[in-house]
Nanobody, 121 residues
């Protein structure tokens, strides 16, 4: 059974920083792209950043220069370093991964359960 488990959310003041982590566990053969999405109340879920298995990154315009996505392939973990946080960054942040489980020949997509990030004074 493959699981993605996020951690690191919380309450932070505007201008502050948080680091989110997402660890993939279970019987995994290969992890391809890993991503972070977010969903604010009343809004659609949106892509924040993604990273390929060779380290190529992509960011939403709203977070460029403030957020950094990285991954540790040995630990099956993806990180999101969030700096200069703004109230509009408040949302539930979800981890997403394209991976191939052991003994499965096709790629599947998985979501984490989400972690709340609240930016408020």
């Amino acid at each position: 059974q493959v699981q993605l488990v996020e951690s690191g959310g919380g309450l932070v003041q505007p201008g502050g920083s948080l680091r989110l982590s997402c660890a993939a566990s279970g019987s995994i053969s290969v992890i391809y792209a890993m991503s972070w999405y977010r969903q604010a109340p009343g809004k659609q879920r949106e892509l924040v950043a993604d990273i390929s298995n060779n380290g190529r990154t992509n960011y939403a315009d709203s977070v460029k220069g403030r957020f950094t996505i990285s991954r540790d392939n040995a630990k099956n973990t993806v990180y999101l370093q969030m700096n200069s946080l703004k109230p509009e960054d408040t949302a539930v942040y979800y981890c997403n991964a394209d991976l191939r489980p052991l003994l499965i020949s096709t790629m599947r997509n998985y979501w984490g359960q989400g972690t709340q990030v609240t930016v408020s004074s």
